[in-house]
């Protein structure tokens, strides 16, 4: 398993653009990077996949460098609404276990 | 259609009770996975299963904890003789099929051990 290593908290303003990024030194050939969304009293919600280059969907884009030791999530003109812990999880098909971390808590202000 | 669902959604035992959580995955869905998270930390994996197996147990924080999948469908997560630090919030997750695919979670069962 990669261990990933991310902010522990960030504060952004509303309308800004928030890019969290996530070191995964040792990600395997095999391993591809999953970010999710929690909010307070929720389960985690998928947010975006990706294994190389970028990736983009219509809530947020994943950046990963060549040597995919870091990934960058985009989070376009954020709201107080995007307020939650963010997860960054490497992993693949011959993982039976799953790394969530401690997550990045995004503060969203007025 | 519906999505993942867990049951008790909320459960109050006295220390040394056993407790059973329930989970029932999204239809169709073959793997399912355990989590636990206290308070303001963390999601804790506890177990995957792929069908009704469980390729690695290690991840159960003590033999006090067990747990099983029948029909490659609910399953059920079991604390025997619960301590106070149990206390926490167990989450279930589904996937079609292993790691990659996306995993949607159901609302939780939040434990508290008195």
């Known amino acids: 398993l990669a261990k990933t290593t991310q902010p522990i908290s960030m504060d952004s303003y509303e309308g800004q653009e928030v890019n969290i990024t996530c070191s995964h030194n040792?990600?395997?050939?095999?391993?591809?990077i999953t970010w999710y969304q929690q909010f307070p009293s929720q389960g985690p919600r998928f947010i975006i996949q990706?294994?190389?280059t970028k990736v983009t969907n219509e809530v947020a884009s994943l950046f990963i460098p060549a040597d995919r030791k870091s990934s960058t999530l985009s989070l376009p003109r954020v709201s107080l609404s995007d307020t939650a812990v963010y997860y960054c999880?490497?992993?693949?098909?011959?993982?039976?276990?799953?790394?969530f971390g401690k997550g990045t808590r995004l503060h969203i202000l007025p | 259609g519906a999505g993942v669902s867990q049951s008790p959604s909320n459960k109050v035992t006295e220390k040394g009770k056993d407790v059973e959580l329930r989970c029932d995955p999204i239809?169709?869905?073959?793997?399912l996975y355990w989590y636990r998270q206290s308070l303001g930390q963390g999601l804790e994996f506890l177990i995957y299963?792929?069908?009704?197996?469980?390729?690695?147990k290690s991840g159960l924080p003590s033999d006090r904890f067990s747990a099983e999948r029948t029909g490659g469908s609910v399953s059920t997560l079991t604390i025997q003789r619960t301590q106070q630090e149990d206390s926490a919030v167990y989450l279930c997750?589904?996937?079609?099929?292993?790691?990659?695919?996306?995993?949607?979670f159901g609302p939780g069962t939040r434990l508290l051990v008195l």
């Open positions: 999880l490497v992993g693949g098909p011959r993982d039976d276990k799953i790394i």
């Open positions: 299963f792929q069908g009704n197996s469980a390729p690695d």
């Open positions: 040792n990600i395997a050939t095999n391993d591809y």
């Open positions: 239809s169709g869905h073959t793997a």
């Open positions: 990706g294994y190389k």
């Open positions: 997750a589904s996937s079609l099929g292993k790691y990659q695919e996306t995993q949607y």
